[in-house]
Structures are given as structure tokens and as C-alpha cells.
């Protein structure tokens, strides 16, 4: 009796270590291999618009893992794994137990909004301590406050410290704690990191939006939200937002740049600039 069971430890033992083998060799690496990121809390409301606990599964045995078990945690890409005819990628917590979730390709992996690589959390922490200028508070998905202080555009608000939490599909899901230079009030602005990205909204600005140099006129555009010939593409960014995408262009005038917006109607409308400065609009 004992040798057969000895016989049957022996077998489970080796074939245990041949599948782990096996899943190790196929792991693929990947463009984002050897990275670290951290799965955020989530927000009650956003907890209820999809199932979060039917994203992971454990590798060994392809069950599902819970959100509460896997956020505040930090996770390591391993790679991508194929299994019949399905692409998964593979990531490792902290105790070495690996989890999968399924992508459409090498190149396009589709991380949940509520993860966050390290090299984004550190430069989010970086500007603790920093100014910056408030611009999207009308925005709940991006700037809250329990404060009865009207926090206002453009204002001016020290950065204390930031919250990891994620409320909405896209975006990062960091968040700025920020407090009034004029009242000891705080509220919450989404991380934005750098400025001016296509297809991307500022919620704030790393440096003043107007400058005392900013012609007056200008100024009066930007407060209102209009455009006008021979504004900088960064008045007409912060007037009007990040565009859509942004286009190279060459002319007899030199290099220059266009910047596509979306109407409502579904319809674009070109910004053309050259040398900074915006010289015609296509609707």
C-alpha cells in the first residue's frame, strides 16, 4: 500500500512540474514583458456597469479571481500565452501566483482601466508638493469635492498627495488630492500626466493657463471657450480642449500642423497652424 502510494505522489509530483514547464515555454514575451503595474480599487457605482470578477483567472487552475482579492496589489508582465486558438496575457503577483486575462492580439492587449504601470505612479508622485491650475470641474468622472468651496477654472491648487481608484472606463485611475491656495479645502482631480494629448482631456494644467503676456483679447477667447486667427495652439488647446488627432502638414510656408476636432454632428473641423500660430479654420 505505501508503494503504491508513493507511486501515485511520484506521478502527480512529475506531471505537476511538467505542465508548469510546458505553460513556461509557451509564455511568449512581449513588448510590455518584465513591467509593473497595480490594479486600483474600484468606485461602487463602476463597480456595477460589468462583472470585474470575470476578467483573471488563475493559470493553473482557470478559474476566475474576485476584484477585491487582486487590487492594491502590484503584478509583474510575464507575457502572452496561446491555448487553443486563444491569446491570454500573463502577469505574476508578488507570492509568484500567475493570472491570465484574454487579448486580441500580441500588439494590442487591452488592459482594464483600472491598472496603473509603475512608471505612470511615479510620475504622478512627482508632483505632490506642485501648483496647478484646475480646468474640467464641471466633470463628476473627473473632479470631486465634499467640500462646499466653489472650486473654479483655472484656479490655482496645491497638490498634497494622490488616491489610486478608478470610477470610469478610461483614463487613469489616479487621482490628485488638491487643496485651495484660498481656503484650507480640498477636492480630487483625475491624473492627467502630460499635457496636450490628442484625444485626451486636460483636467488641470502643470503651468498657468494665461499668462500676463497673453494678449487681452485672447484672454476673453479662452475664458469663453472660443478660437481666433493668430492664437497659439496652446490657447486654442486650453479654449477649446485636446483635439481629436493632430496632422503634419507641409506647405510654401514651411512645416505646420493641423488639428482635427470632432463637432457634434459628427463632422470635423481643421485647425491649421504654422509656426505655433493658428492660420486658418476648415469647418
Do not use: C
Given at each position: 500500500m505505501k508503494i503504491k502510494i508513493f507511486y501515485i505522489f511520484s506521478f502527480l509530483f512529475v506531471t505537476s512540474c511538467f505542465n508548469k514547464n510546458i505553460t513556461s515555454i509557451n509564455i511568449v514575451e512581449t513588448y510590455l514583458s518584465g513591467k509593473f503595474f497595480t490594479i486600483t480599487r474600484l468606485d461602487d457605482n463602476f463597480k456595477?456597469?460589468?462583472?470585474?470578477?470575470?476578467?483573471?483567472?488563475?493559470?493553473?487552475?482557470?478559474?476566475?479571481?474576485?476584484?477585491?482579492?487582486?487590487?492594491?496589489?502590484?503584478?509583474?508582465?510575464?507575457?502572452?500565452?496561446?491555448?487553443?486558438?486563444n491569446l491570454f496575457i500573463v502577469i505574476e503577483d508578488d507570492k509568484g501566483e500567475r493570472l491570465k486575462k484574454e487579448i486580441p492580439s500580441y500588439r494590442v492587449i487591452d488592459w482594464p482601466s483600472y491598472?496603473?504601470?509603475?512608471?505612470?505612479?511615479?510620475?504622478?508622485?512627482?508632483?505632490?508638493?506642485?501648483?496647478?491650475?484646475?480646468?474640467?470641474?464641471?466633470?463628476?468622472?473627473?473632479?470631486?469635492?465634499?467640500?462646499?468651496?466653489?472650486?473654479?477654472?483655472?484656479?490655482?491648487?496645491?497638490?498634497?498627495?494622490?488616491?489610486?481608484?478608478?470610477?470610469f472606463d478610461s483614463d487613469y485611475p489616479i487621482w490628485l488630492e488638491v487643496e485651495s491656495f484660498k481656503e484650507s479645502q480640498k477636492a480630487f482631480v483625475r491624473y492627467n500626466g502630460k499635457e496636450g494629448k490628442p484625444g485626451f482631456i486636460d483636467h488641470y494644467f502643470s503651468t498657468s493657463p494665461i499668462l500676463k503676456t497673453t494678449n487681452k483679447k485672447f484672454r476673453r477667447n479662452i475664458l469663453n471657450r472660443k478660437v481666433e486667427i493668430g492664437m497659439s495652439e496652446r490657447e486654442c488647446r486650453i479654449s477649446v480642449g485636446n483635439p481629436s488627432s493632430i496632422n503634419n502638414t507641409a506647405s510654401r510656408h514651411g512645416i505646420g500642423k493641423q488639428y482635427v476636432y470632432k463637432k457634434n454632428n459628427g463632422k470635423n473641423i481643421y485647425y491649421q497652424f504654422e509656426y505655433g500660430k493658428l492660420v486658418h479654420i476648415n469647418e
Open positions: 456595477k456597469t460589468k462583472n470585474f470578477n470575470k476578467i483573471w483567472k488563475n493559470l493553473s487552475n482557470d478559474k476566475f479571481i474576485p476584484h477585491f482579492r487582486l487590487q492594491n496589489r502590484t503584478y509583474e508582465v510575464i507575457g502572452a500565452l496561446e491555448e487553443y486558438k491598472i496603473v504601470f509603475e512608471e505612470v505612479l511615479k510620475e504622478a508622485e512627482n508632483i505632490i508638493g506642485d501648483t496647478v491650475w484646475l480646468n474640467s470641474i464641471m466633470e463628476l468622472e473627473h473632479f470631486y469635492t465634499l467640500s462646499e468651496y466653489d472650486f473654479s477654472r483655472f484656479e490655482p491648487v496645491k497638490v498634497k498627495g494622490i488616491t489610486l481608484i478608478q470610477n
